[in-house]
């Protein structure tokens, strides 16, 4: 069984571009959760999808947005990129919507902001 | 807000010994506490998880409990390997909620020295 695929591994942007991630979940998952981590934030949630409808969203400005298709793939993007946008950003795929659900991550997408 | 207390932030080991990870959460309505290893350039997979009807559960090597009136909960790993070097998170959540409510630690980078 594939496990949470994300694309691109590594991104490196230039200040005030915008950037899309994807997140392909497991099969049969229908929730997917995007997290930002970082050495001095650690974990952050940014929004949980569930049968492509944004269910929640953390507390990250709105150059933060995502979305999910109907095969449960999600996107996250980014726009006017900034400095402190520099992160792992992490998807996380579940079976069922909850935080009690075993969530599965991918290995995640190094962004670079220089 | 409510916040997830993680001691020790690095801790090393001989292979073999035994290393406890403890945490502390402020919220007293959490009830699913998740653990997750997160190996260098790995996403976290969740190791073992408890839920508040439990005071104690093991797996193997793996073990977690929980002190709900002290709102405490550890992890144990003994005999330790060196591929149980990695950052571990711990995480408090409400259950049923939604990943938003999901409360990381700030993670504990163990090493195991051969």
């Known amino acids: 069984k594939a496990g949470v695929t994300q694309t691109p591994r590594y991104l490196i942007k230039t200040r005030g571009q915008q950037v899309t991630l994807s997140c392909s979940p497991i099969?049969?998952?229908?929730?997917v959760s995007w997290y930002q981590q970082t050495p001095g934030q650690g974990l952050q949630f940014l929004f949980e999808?569930?049968?492509?409808?944004?269910?929640n969203k953390g507390n990250f400005p709105g150059r933060f947005s995502g979305r999910q298709f109907s095969n449960s793939r999600s996107e996250m993007n980014v726009s006017t990129l900034e400095l402190g946008d520099s992160a792992l950003y992490l998807c996380a795929s579940s079976l069922l919507l909850g935080a009690d659900t075993e969530a599965f991550f991918g290995q995640g997408t190094r962004l670079t902001v220089v | 807000g409510e916040n997830v207390e993680q001691h020790p932030s690095t801790l090393s080991v001989q292979e073999g010994d035994s290393a406890v990870i403890k945490c502390t959460y402020s919220?007293?309505?959490?009830?699913?506490f998740p653990w997750y290893k997160q190996e260098l350039g790995k996403g976290p997979q969740l190791i073992i998880d408890i839920r508040s009807n439990v005071g104690e559960k093991k797996d193997q090597r793996i073990a977690v409990t929980l002190n709900k009136t002290a709102k405490h909960f550890s992890l144990h790993i003994t005999e330790t390997q060196p591929e149980d070097s990695a950052v571990y998170f711990c995480?408090?959540?409400?259950?049923?909620?939604?990943?938003?409510?999901?409360?990381f630690g700030p993670g504990t980078s163990l090493s195991v020295i051969p």
């Open positions: 919220d007293s309505a959490s009830n699913y």
């Open positions: 099969s049969g998952h229908r929730s």
């Open positions: 995480a408090a959540s409400r259950g049923r909620a939604s990943y938003d409510k999901v409360i």
């Open positions: 999808y569930f049968s492509e409808t944004q269910r």
